[in-house]
């Protein structure tokens, strides 16, 4: 059974830090994303990594998260720093088989993670 466990979420303020972890079971994926969804609006990217070789970032995120892998724990990482009110949602992992900035690209999904930025 293929298994996507988000963690790390929580409530900060504004400049702060979190990391969210992603914790990969049953399998392997080439790609591994995050994306997040605030309350009436659609799921968007944030960023996503093909293995070590190669990565994405929204223009909103970029220069202030990255993703890392561990493979040995099967675990994908999202570092957020200088982190913003609008940074506020639900953030979720997927596992795809290429770099897509695309949900549908996706075919396994964690439950998800809550971030909190306050002002």
């Known amino acids: 059974q293929v298994q996507l466990v988000e963690s790390g979420g929580g409530s900060v303020q504004a400049g702060g830090s979190l990391r969210l972890s992603c914790a990969a079971s049953g399998r392997t994926f080439s790609t591994y994303g995050w994306f997040r969804q605030a309350p009436g609006k659609e799921r968007e990217f944030v960023g996503a990594?093909?293995?070590?070789?190669?990565?994405d970032y929204a223009d909103s995120v970029k220069g202030r998260f990255s993703i890392t892998r561990s493979y040995t724990k099967n675990t994908v990482y999202l570092q957020m720093n200088s982190l913003k009110p609008e940074d506020t949602a639900l953030y979720y992992c997927?596992?795809?088989?290429?770099?897509?900035?695309?949900?549908?690209?996706?075919?396994?999904w964690g439950q998800g993670t809550q971030v909190t930025v306050s002002s």
């Open positions: 997927g596992g795809a088989e290429h770099l897509s900035r695309v949900v549908k690209d996706y075919d396994y």
């Open positions: 990594a093909l293995w070590s070789t190669s990565s």
